[in-house]
């Protein structure tokens, strides 16, 4: 258990409609990260946060796409009106205990744009 | 040029078998380096860092070769288990930070 949860786990919508992830780490990490994984590749860093702060966004992160940290716990991922090319799997991560390189992953959410 | 590279395989090996990946790099500047490993469907799962001086842990023997700017990992002994898509991992500079950076993975399937 990497004490990292995201809900949901599976989520079938169709085009056009919004949707929102949620990651919970179990206990307080300051960095929490977003990834975006598809068939065949590894993770695709999206963003990143330190505490509630916003600190690094990917190029992939079109203007769809808004991540928020409100108070420095849970995380929550937006998609406004999705795109086929959006599905995929969507990845949180902390680091590890005592170190900031590592990646402890949650069990991501599924997203399937019909 | 993508920035992490690794051949994706499949990997066919018995059971038993020594096997080794390799990972490449593009950015001079990048920090830290790890392999993850991932089951179908499942999360990455880190695995082990990987140290200049390289470093082990039981079966897994992982190396970095900064001058050539890769990484390996080395697996003795396969077992069954060891069937999954190992991720090579570089924490490179974007912005103000150091960013993972994650291969597409190479799978390797152990058979009996």
């Known amino acids: 258990d990497t004490g990292v949860s995201q809900d949901p786990r599976h989520k079938i919508t169709k085009r056009g409609q919004n949707v929102t992830f949620r990651c919970d780490p179990i206990?307080?990490?300051?960095?929490l990260y977003w990834y975006r994984q598809t068939l065949g590749q590894g993770p695709e860093f999206l963003t990143y946060?330190?505490?509630?702060?916003?600190?690094?966004k990917s190029r992939l992160l079109s203007d769809r796409f808004s991540a928020e940290r409100p108070k420095g716990s849970f995380s929550t991922l937006e998609i406004q009106r999705t795109e086929q090319g959006d599905s995929a799997m969507y990845l949180c991560?902390?680091?590890?205990?005592?170190?900031?390189?590592?990646?402890?992953f949650g069990p991501g959410t599924r997203l399937t744009v019909l | 040029r993508k920035e992490v590279e690794q051949d994706p395989g499949p990997f066919n090996v018995p059971e038993g078998a020594t096997v080794a990946f390799n990972c490449t790099y593009s950015?001079?500047?990048?920090?830290?380096f790890f392999w993850y490993r991932q089951d179908c469907r499942k999360e990455p799962k880190l695995l082990m860092s990987?140290?200049?001086s390289g470093n082990e842990d039981g079966r897994f023997t992982a190396q970095l070769n900064r001058a050539s700017q890769y990484i390996s990992l080395l697996i003795r002994d396969s077992k069954l288990s060891d069937s999954a898509t190992y991720l090579c991992?570089?924490?490179?500079?974007?912005?103000?930070?150091?960013?993972?950076?994650f291969g597409r993975g190479t799978s390797l399937i152990v058979h009996p």
């Open positions: 206990s307080e990490h300051n960095r």
């Open positions: 991992v570089v924490n490179s500079p974007g912005g103000g930070s150091y960013i993972p950076t």
């Open positions: 991560a902390t680091p590890g205990v005592g170190s900031t390189d590592t990646q402890y």
């Open positions: 946060f330190q505490n509630e702060a916003q600190l690094e």
């Open positions: 990987v140290y200049s």
């Open positions: 950015n001079s500047a990048s920090q830290s």
